[in-house]
């Protein structure tokens, strides 16, 4: 297997207060291979604060670990109801604490940009996006749901990527990282 | 000054994406003291990663330096908006974490009980919250509000603290921590 310090890596994140999903995959050119993935799991047996230390010291040991040169994971504006809404903030909260702490970049997608990268439908279910990641990494036997999310929003991370740089050769830009917007407009002008 | 490790100090945290509010109040019997308050300002400027870590660096700093023997802050349930109670979630994720990292216990008050605690009356406005902070703690000059939010929680727990000590005392029972509720109660039955 080579070193990953060779080639770039993205880890997806899928933060939530009981069960936490990370996803570790490689890119080489075309090629996207898959590292592992895994999930953090708290119980609500114990205080909000030592599951959040659990969720963060999980996280840092990924981050140590595998050392990616980036984070991707789903923007957020509110989860079911209020309650849910902070504690998956609060989750959320510790997981970016970690990857400022490893100086990892952060990118952020929505749901539906992560659905479409994984499965070409803004609207697929939880199960779609699972049977998709699995096809898309040629993996043996079933990922857990909130790993699947995490390794979809590397994905994700990855595909939307690579559009900016043939978008950006594209419109002979420089430097700017352009938008799935900006690349379907430049395509359109062609 | 008397070293903070003879006497009990409680550390108020107001936690908020952009100023998070910390206050430290000494108790020794009936007598409240303050011992020093603050606020962790971060800007927009910097990314979500960037801002967390300065809260969770400044209440690390707070915690390394006073050790207090609890820390005391506000339940919430949401806040003004999805967008806004999200991102409380994350700087209270982070403040949650710090305290259980330097293992000090976490208590939480509803922002009725904190009001009540230090103006007797549940509905009191901020001014009315920052003004008999200055008072109770006999402090010279205007402490920002989050400052005086975050000590307000501080004294709300002593406060707290004291009736179940004394309804304990009044019911004969040992060990168990009570409400005010209970409190009430049996204060009603004399």
Not at 22 to 45: M, P, R
Not at 72 to 100: D, H, I, M, W, Y
Not at 110 to 139: P, R, Y
């Amino acid at each position: 297997m080579p070193t990953l310090h060779d080639r770039e890596s993205i880890l997806g994140i899928d933060p939530g207060s009981l069960v936490t999903g990370w996803g570790l995959v490689q890119v080489d050119g075309n090629h996207l291979t898959h590292i592992a993935h895994g999930t953090i799991a708290t119980s609500s047996a114990y205080t909000q604060g030592a599951r959040l230390r659990r969720i963060h010291q999980g996280i840092q040991e990924v981050l140590r670990k595998f050392r990616p040169s980036g984070v991707s994971l789903e923007r957020v504006f509110f989860a079911r109801n209020p309650a849910s809404t902070l504690k998956l903030g609060q989750a959320r909260g510790v997981a970016l604490l970690a990857a400022a702490e490893h100086e990892t970049a952060v990118f952020e997608y929505s749901a539906a940009e992560i659905k479409v990268a994984v499965t070409g439908f803004g609207q697929a279910t939880k199960q779609q996006v699972q049977k998709m990641v699995t096809v898309l990494l040629c993996l043996r036997g079933e990922v857990a749901v909130d790993a699947a999310d995490a390794l979809a929003a590397a994905i994700c991370h990855i595909h939307r990527r690579d559009f900016s740089a043939q978008a950006r050769r594209a419109a002979g830009t420089r430097g700017k990282v352009l938008r799935w917007r900006d690349y379907l407009e430049i395509a359109g002008k062609k």
